[in-house]
């Protein structure tokens, strides 16, 4: 449910495109976001889709979303720089409370894009100004 969110969000702030993966694309081709968020964005859409699309039911503690939920890069950065702080553990699945965060930081931002038009709003400082990817830590 939080990736459809995240996805309504970055229509509002790029413009509704075909796809989630386009979108994707367009708000980075537009400056509107680094790779950092461009990656977390695509993993978000993954396990959308994993979802989505499962012919088994699927959990966050299915190997598959477990493996795509590290693949989050916020989380790390966040840590790296002492960012923002998302309280005490309020799910009891560690895997969907990564998901969740990520996707709550994700909306807000991406609404702060839509209201300014995107202009004068740099997301990159917002999330960060790491250009790729960061080190993951152990």
Known sequence: MAGAFVEDSLCRAVGCRSSFYSMIEGGFERGLYKGLVQNDLHVIRNIRNAFAHAIR??????????????????????????????????????????????????????????????????????LGSVDNTIPRLS
């Open 57 to 126: 039911p699927i959990t966050f503690d299915t190997p598959a979303v477990i493996g795509e939920v590290g693949k989050l890069q916020f989380p790390s950065w966040n840590q790296m720089t002492g960012g923002l702080a998302f309280g005490p553990a309020r799910q009891e699945n560690p895997h969907r409370e990564i998901y969740t965060n990520v996707c709550r930081v994700l909306i807000k931002q991406l609404f702060m894009i839509s209201i300014s038009g995107g202009i004068g709003f740099d997301f990159s400082q917002a």
